[in-house]
């Protein structure tokens, strides 16, 4: 979507606009307006002529400008209908200094999760990358993905759904095994950096939405089988990327809000590390996200790790 409509639609989003105050207001002819009012009817919005000028009266289902309407953070959207991924999309982008900008797509062809795990990415899911540029040291970034797994535990609630997060970054719903719940969301960080500074970030989150729980793999649920039907994707990615931006916009509350979701936090946990094991309780996360877990000999702090909740004796 080019700068011109996107102005439009921001114009719209206040009501009603005559076509030569828009002229004015962005420094084109009216034929110009005109004709970037067609393209977005075009593009699926439905606009009508009123007395009072131009107004928006039906939004296409899901896409760029459809998800860019209404939103309420500075976040420029990419919209594709099929992808081989959205991270890697994004991480095209932010090479090319690119920022603020969410990649979207309908579907991934050859998604990856975290440590290189496959992920099912089919038609009807939210998958949303994020390219950000925060003003953080690199071994703060650990930060954002509690921050991220806070904004989409709360558009899966505002979407009808008792989500809750099991560190470091899954999205769950009900309880039980060794996820600790079924698979509703993850999250995959990626960055790029020198020693006091990120380059870029790129916060990769994938939601199983509008899906057949049947076509992912076992353990794994969907906002469709949860809630009985199909969720508003576009007002559900504009309440994540909402959501997103006010966390970290507060970070000093992102790990109390971390703990209010978590489902981790008073669990018996295994935490796999590259060269050993620790098991125990699961009692705090601290800055910037490591999961602190008491041995029953002292307690520790995991950084990084794959975690296991373990079944009560």
């Known amino acids: 979507m080019n700068e011109t409509r996107r102005a439009l639609l921001a114009a719209f989003e206040a009501g009603p606009v005559g076509g030569p105050e828009l002229a004015e207001r962005l420094d084109i002819s009216r034929a110009a307006v005109w004709k970037q009012v067609e393209a977005l009817r075009d593009d699926g919005f439905e606009i009508e ?3 009072d000028g131009y107004a928006v009266t039906g939004v296409p289902d899901y896409g760029a400008a459809a998800i860019e309407f209404g939103l309420d953070a500075p976040y420029t959207v990419e919209y594709h209908d099929s992808v081989d991924s959205t991270n890697n999309r994004a991480r095209e982008r932010a090479t090319e200094g690119t920022v603020d900008t969410a990649v979207v797509a309908d579907e991934q062809l050859g998604s990856r999760g975290r440590l290189d795990r496959s992920w099912t990415a089919p038609s009807g899911g939210v998958w949303c990358s994020v390219i950000l540029q925060p003003d953080l040291p690199p071994a703060h970034v650990p930060l954002v993905s509690l921050a991220a797994g806070v904004a989409t535990a709360t ?43 990120v380059s870029w970030l790129i916060v990769g989150i994938g939601v199983n939405a509008n899906i057949d729980a049947a076509e992912l793999p076992e353990g794994a649920t969907t906002l469709r089988a949860e809630t009985g039907g199909d969720i508003d994707r576009r007002l ?28 981790t936090l008073g669990q018996a946990v295994r935490v796999e590390l590259p060269n050993r094991v620790i098991e125990g309780e699961a009692v705090d996360v601290q800055f910037p996200g490591g999961l602190v877990v008491d041995t029953g000999s002292g307690r520790e702090v995991v950084h990084a790790g794959d975690c296991e909740h373990l079944r009560p004796q």
């Open 155 to 197: 558009a899966c609630r505002e979407a009808g759904v008792d989500a809750h997060l099991k560190w470091p970054n899954d999205v769950l719903v009900g309880d039980g095994g060794e996820r600790g719940g079924r698979k509703l969301a993850g999250i995959l960080t990626e960055m790029e950096g020198e020693a006091d500074r």
């Open 236 to 263: 559900f990615v504009q309440r994540l990327l909402e959501s997103l931006h006010d966390q970290l916009a507060d970070p000093d509350g992102v790990l109390d809000r971390w703990r209010m979701y978590s489902s």
């Open 49 to 51: 002529s009123t007395d």
